[in-house]
């Protein structure tokens, strides 16, 4: 179907948001009147810009306070219609939106109110424009769906129909199955927002927190149904008033939107995207750094062997069990010092996982870095993280690993001794990545779960606080089904310049967190160490032998438990940006952790010099 | 009385909030469990910090999910809780808070309740500690005030009382007149928070958004007199909740929570500090900049005279009618450019208004500057203002002008031929300042407007949205009660490093701004142009005639109305972050042209070189 975008869902100028409009894909804009107001190009130049852009001019929106009024003040209402119908005339556009009435001069009469659409309608058609009436949800006395049809239904004039918006829709919890009694010719004009499920005042609501379809809690797929089977033959056009995205960047934030309708007639069987293919494990996490020394160092102490280094590229690979560490000291290492830059998804189909992403507009990365390099499909997450979609132990496939020469006295790579499965490994050996945690861009955080899901084929759990000396942080966890690949991702309590300042993570499973820990201190590794007030808590809450938590609390290790098992992690120093977690999950513990993370969080400001 | 506040509302580790809590003056605090498990101090180095900086532990908080469960787990939360005894013994803590379970384990059953807090507090007794119940607004079975008063009265144990907190009060709707029946020695302990009136969740409401007494909109001065009245003898404590000051630096917090109090126990009559002294107008304000032509071109083109230099410093006065100008191009000029450093505000006493305001913690400016400037009382506001109190026309004090010298062949400065009260100059003459708009740091934007009502005695208008194309703005004006003084006070959408970065503005009244926009266009001025759709709008919405259309869109001059009158206003080009407003305010118009404010802005992006 054909997509549209209101042009305050985006932020900057008007040409600012049509140009992101239009190079994210959208056939279509709503032309907010504010953002007409105050450009200084003229209505005509508007109209040539979008034409430029191949960009229709689907509403001009909103007018309002027209209807149920004293017939002095529909008289200059009326006034008004004639200067912006003019206007439109102008502009190219052939739809306006009328919004309910919230004029405290608005009286409830709907036989009052569809004739003065009626006498509206007529104006507009001499125009040549229609009026599209919609229901705010907030409306003084019209404020469901279903109201402001039957009053359009009362006007009964070809140019007046309706415009259903799924926030005002959903938010006021009506059952939108009544949408499909609406003849679909009279359905002018559809509009899309999701929003978080909170109980607050609805104008503030709509006014702030509207989001894309998939990032909030509304059935959108289910309210597109009826729409369709109404027979509506308009765009699904994106209305979002969001705090955040008015702050974005409005070339990402537009292509977000665009993926989310992607997504969104996937989902109501309106479109048919290459399927997902869901990662079936992580292949390799990839650092780049610019000295190798101090996180060689660590992995050598957690009990990682460089294996392998890379043919053409100052890449090593570091293994332990199925656990795959690269470290690059090439030209991709970023000026701003040890980072987690690349993550390697075994995928049952590598091409079919990039023709998905692709196909919701994930940017394709280069097929091959360098000439000998085996061939690997990867794409750019939103973070700008690159994914590799691997086939490690695939006999059909290239192997990503025959890039790789095997260093000197040391197993092969691919086909050598390793491990495969997640074996018990008793001696506190690492047999494969738990996690990987990925600070967020702050103004990306609703869009890097959304992609995650939609273009990964993951499940995104709950979002959850977590309380850092100096802010409130947000995490949320996005896996596989089966637990095979899980991500944690995380965002700081306000954009900064240094986004991507914050520290990232590669969480180690071990079956023996506490022999894991010893050995690594033993081999010249350094702990982070934990506060011992926080053992005094874990005493009082459960019932550990002293010696159990003697040992915790000399290794700083850190428990936690739910419904389904037990969690023990603790952590190394950090390097740059980066440190790792060694997890022991006991029974089917599904967590991260999250009640450990201020504790955590605090002995790691405690580390940091001042300043 | 004595005053406390709880270290979760401070940011940073409990060091940083403890020292920031005894430099603000509070007498104790309360210790939150998770800032004392986080805070690699021992308990016993915590007394001992605690009683270096001069703070009593008035709290141990937050005991959870105590009462009314099955006898199995109410066995393990006393083991729980003798293990926190002990820690409060170390700590010198006697008093611990316990929260009205919202366990799914616990019954409705208030005799259950009563019989197990009552064992409770048996064994606190034993300790030597009193434990405070409290209902949480949320709590599963036991949810107002009356009600956990009623357990804790059939308990009937001398070492269990109650926990009055204003917002689980106040956010239930709950009458807090009944407070009045409790004995006062029962009211073990008062904590207070305020909150913005939303409609919320109420558990969001309060873990993100409560806020100091007086910046929200509950009555906390009226409850504190009901708790009073019972006979509560312990300290007035905050426990805020807020995710901004959760970012923001917790000294300047800390001093913002204490005046919080100092205002609220005015309020409550149970402290006098020295009167308000209203402004009775705008005497001067003082751009600082290190180049002080381009700003002295504006001025002269508008009509301003430079009427004198000062006799010490690198400051000269411009002046036309009441309006002064100080341009400093002294050290004091920051490095960031041309900025508006300090505003003279008349007053009818001067060293009254400094009293006040160095009893509610504004930071007093040294008095004199130089050994031959007048005395002048100054303190300095959240946002580093400077803010002079002056009596430019007394008598009997002396004038901040007779440290200026007139300028040659200029009338001398402070009994000149100047005009005085605001009478109208058809010449399109500047006459006075109509306002100032000064940029809050962003995580001091609540306590700008209780530092301008409190210290100054400023009304306070409500906060209003307004939309810049990079995000939402926030303004809400500060004014006395006769209009002589208004301050629009701003912030931005999110907190920067530049946080003095945003403009600044000072706004000029004219009985005929068209006339006076004309005279400056003639002195060689430049007007920030307004985009001609904007005028297409006017024309829709009132009934101007096609010249004075003409003329405002000539002239970039904006209009708007409200029920008592009429505003014209323009502005000029920017010099670094500094601009000037031209504004004509006709019958009773209160407003600042808000609705205007995105145009106003979008056209100054516009003018703004990109990047």
């Given at each position: 179907m054909r997509t549209s975008i209101a042009t305050v869902s985006l932020s900057g100028s008007l040409t600012e948001k049509l140009t992101a409009a239009s190079r994210a894909g959208?056939?279509?804009?709503?032309?907010?009147?504010?953002?007409?107001?105050?450009?200084?190009?003229?209505p005509e130049e508007i109209r040539a810009r979008c034409a430029d852009l191949g960009l229709t001019i689907d509403l001009y929106q909103p007018m309002r306070d027209i209807e149920a009024v004293p017939s002095d003040e529909f008289d200059r209402n009326l006034r008004r219609a004639e200067h912006k119908f003019r206007l439109m005339r102008r502009l190219g556009a052939d739809t306006v939106l009328v919004c309910s009435s919230v004029s405290p001069l608005a009286v409830d009469d709907d036989e009052l109110a569809a004739r003065q659409l009626r006498r509206l309608a007529e104006l507009a058609q001499d125009f040549g424009i229609r009026v599209a009436y919609e229901a705010l949800a907030w409306g003084r006395h019209v404020s469901t769906y279903d109201h402001a049809w039957s009053i359009v239904e009362q006007a009964g004039h070809p140019a007046l129909g309706t415009c259903l918006d799924s926030f005002h829709i959903l938010a006021r919890g009506s059952d939108p199955k009544g949408i499909e009694d609406i003849p679909g010719e009279k359905i002018f004009f559809l509009q899309l927002a999701d929003a978080p499920l909170m109980a607050m005042d609805v104008l503030q609501w709509s006014r702030h927190y509207r989001?894309?379809?998939?990032?909030?809690?509304?059935?959108?797929?289910?309210?597109?149904?009826?729409?369709?089977?109404?027979?509506?033959?308009?765009?699904?056009?994106?209305?979002?008033f969001n705090d955040v995205f008015r702050q974005a960047e409005a070339g990402p934030t537009a292509v977000d939107a665009q993926r989310s309708l992607l997504v969104l007639q996937e989902a109501a069987g309106l479109a048919e995207p290459p399927a997902p293919v869901v990662p079936s494990g992580i292949a390799f996490a990839e650092l780049v750094t610019p000295d190798a020394e101090p996180v060689s160092a660590i992995l050598e102490a957690l009990g990682f062997t460089r294996t392998a280094r890379h043919r053409g590229k100052p890449v090593d690979l570091w293994q332990q069990g199925e656990a795959r560490v690269l470290l690059n000291t090439g030209p991709a290492a970023r000026r701003d010092g040890t980072s987690l830059a690349a993550i390697g998804l075994e995928s049952p189909d590598p091409a079919g996982a990039a023709r998905r992403a692709e196909a919701l507009l994930a940017p394709v990365l280069p097929r091959r870095r360098a000439p000998e390099d085996a061939p690997l499909d990867a794409v750019a997450a939103p973070d700008g993280t690159e994914l590799f979609f691997c086939a490690t132990d695939s006999s059909e496939l290239p192997h990503w690993t025959s890039d790789f020469e095997p260093a000197e006295h040391q197993p092969p790579t691919h086909h050598g001794a390793r491990r495969t499965g997640h074996k018990p490994s008793p001696d506190g050996g690492v047999h494969h990545i738990d996690h990987l945690a990925l600070t967020q861009p702050w103004h990306q955080f609703d869009e890097a779960a959304l992609f995650h899901r939609s273009v990964l084929g993951f499940g995104a759990q709950e979002s959850v606080d977590v309380a850092d000396p100096y802010g409130l942080l947000r995490s949320r966890a996005v896996t596989s089904a089966d637990g095979s690949v899980?991500?944690?991702?995380?965002?700081?309590?306000?954009?900064?310049?240094?986004?991507?300042?914050?520290?990232?993570?590669?969480?180690?499973a071990t079956d023996d967190v506490v022999t894991a820990a010893r050995r690594f201190r033993a081999a010249g590794g350094r702990l982070l160490p934990m506060p011992p007030n926080y053992y005094d808590d874990l005493a009082a809450r459960y019932e550990f032998t002293d010696d159990e938590l003697e040992t915790y609390r000399e290794l700083g290790i850190l428990y936690d438990r739910d419904a389904d098992g037990e969690f023990r992690h603790c952590y190394t120093e950090t390097v740059d940006r980066v440190f790792f977690e060694l997890v022991q999950r006991d029974g089917g513990y599904r967590g991260y952790g999250a009640p450990n993370a201020p504790v955590r969080l605090a002995a790691q400001h405690a580390r940091r010099p001042v300043g």
């Open positions: 959208f056939d279509g804009v709503e032309i907010f009147e504010n953002d007409l107001l105050a450009s200084p190009l003229t989001c894309f379809p998939g990032q909030g809690g509304f059935d959108i797929a289910g309210l597109v149904g009826h729409v369709i089977r109404a027979g509506y033959q308009g765009p699904l056009s994106l209305e979002v899980r991500i944690a991702l995380g965002v700081g309590p306000a954009p900064t310049a240094d986004e991507g300042g914050r520290a990232q993570h590669i969480a180690l």
